[in-house]
């Protein structure tokens, strides 16, 4: 039965790479994600909807 399992994590953890088991991961890039939400929140703060009557 074992080999019909797979086990799969994210954030590309060290814990990976020393485990007896396999383990698959995907690298997250957590400072890009939050400087690219940043930029969207920025800018979407920055323009105003037209035509609301606000």
């Known amino acids: ?3 019909d ?3 799969t994590g994210y ?3 060290h814990f990976a790479s020393e485990s ?3 383990i698959s991961t995907v690298a997250q ?3 890009e994600m939050g ?3 940043r930029t ?3 800018s979407a703060s920055r ?3 037209t035509g609301t009557g606000r």
Do not use: K, L
């Open 29 to 31: 890039p957590g400072e």
């Open 5 to 7: 399992i797979a086990v």
């Open 35 to 37: 400087q690219r939400r």
């Open 11 to 13: 954030d590309n953890n």
């Open 1 to 3: 039965m074992p080999e």
């Open 40 to 42: 969207s929140c920025w």
């Open 47 to 49: 323009t105003r909807p």
């Open 20 to 22: 007896a088991v396999p």
